[in-house]
């Protein structure tokens, strides 16, 4: 199993790698052709933008190719992945259309408020970041996952009845409960709270209700429910609103600093967006550890909520030992990763909880 995930640690990293230098030759050193091609965008700069936002996001996922095969191949030989390449091929091919949409209006906004706004465009960047946002949490489960997945509305019998048992005792509206065919992708299991307001739902894998005893989902359950009850999909989008401001204006000085053209106002045009892109990644890099870190402890609040609601700490123990084997995943990954990249507290560390727990219960 160390052999699995470090080695896919490993290609993960280097995906990163790939990535960030990418965005570094781009900014820095960009071909003399596609510069003159950004510099003549400027006559039409928004339709320029867009352009070159949708072929930047193709050019990310062809970069990391070289990474994103292998590392599906050996997803496939633990076991873990159930897709042909066929199935890959066109999960791909969806993505990287909707990123392109995504990326294309991003890099059309950011050309917009540069041009208009030379000297305050940060503050305007913020507010876009934090409304885009919110209408993307709002949309993605009824609009993008469904592009993905199917989801049905999880059916009536004993584990609907102790859902709802459960969403009774905690006071909670759940929304909807809706179980996804993750199997036709992976034989890993997981469940989720996502949406806002009227798209609010708990999801929850069919490879945890087909391969879980009751009591280890029920207990998994009680943690989303925790999500619910803790507010934590909206406190997300307020944690964005807090960093987005400052993490903006640290972008508007790093990109004027990389291509000087972004204070020209309406002279400015697409030309600046490789700076503007690289200053972005860097501080989205930089403020999602602190982010992670603030997710860990949301994290460890909804465990505890499962314990306080649902209690059976042996469940709790059973369903993460369980993850950890069927997702083939690290229980116990290197501090400084952990402290990078960990969303969640180690599985050794919620282990250790929910033992600490039952002790004192
Ligand atoms: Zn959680």
Redesign the pocket.
């Known amino acids: 199993m160390h052999d699995y995930s470090g080695t896919q640690r490993l290609l993960g990293l280097g995906g990163l790698a790939i990535e960030a230098g990418t965005l570094a030759f781009l900014a820095l050193r960009l071909p003399r052709r596609l510069r003159r091609a950004l510099v003549r965008g400027r006559s039409r700069p928004i339709l320029a933008a867009a352009a070159a936002g949708a072929a930047f996001a193709v050019l990310l996922v062809v970069v990391q190719l070289p990474v994103s095969i292998p590392a599906e191949q050996r997803a496939r030989d633990f076991g873990l992945s159930t897709q042909d390449w066929g199935g890959w091929v066109a999960d791909l091919g969806k993505s990287v259309a909707v990123s392109m949409v995504l990326t294309a209006l991003g890099a059309v906004i950011l050309m917009g408020v540069i041009r208009r706004f030379p000297r305050s465009w940060w503050a305007l960047g913020a507010a876009a970041a934090i409304v885009l946002s919110a209408v993307f949490v709002f949309f993605s489960p009824v609009l993008i996952d469904p592009l993905f997945n199917k989801f049905e509305r999880l059916p009536d019998g004993p584990v609907r009845s102790e859902v709802l048992k459960l969403a009774d005792e905690a006071h909670v509206k759940v929304g909807q409960v809706y179980r996804v065919d993750a199997s036709r992708r992976t034989t890993g299991a997981n469940a989720y709270v996502n949406g806002i307001g009227g798209t609010k739902r708990v999801v929850i894998y069919d490879n945890l209700l087909n391969d879980f005893p009751p009591d280890q989902v029920a207990s998994v359950v009680a ?2 429910l925790g ?1 619910v009850k803790h507010r934590d999909v909206p406190r997300g989008l307020l944690w964005l609103a807090i960093v987005a401001p400052a993490g903006m204006l640290v972008i508007q000085r790093l990109t004027e600093r990389l291509a000087p053209e972004a204070r020209l106002g309406r002279g400015a045009g697409p030309v600046v967006l490789p700076a503007a892109a690289l200053s972005i990644a860097l501080v989205s890099f930089l403020l999602n550890i602190p982010g992670n870190a603030v997710s860990r402890g949301v ?1 460890a609040s ?1 465990d505890s909520y499962s314990l306080h609601l649902y209690g059976h700490p042996a469940a709790f123990v059973g369903m993460q030992r369980k993850l950890a084997v069927q997702n083939v995943a690290d229980p116990d990954p290197p501090g400084w990763l952990q402290f990078v990249f960990g969303t ?1 507290p180690k599985t050794v560390d919620r282990i250790g909880y929910a033992l600490t727990w039952a002790q004192d219960h």
Do not use: R
Request: aromatic content about 0%; glycine content about 0%; proline content about 0%.
């Open positions: 943690h989303e999500h994290e909804a969640h």
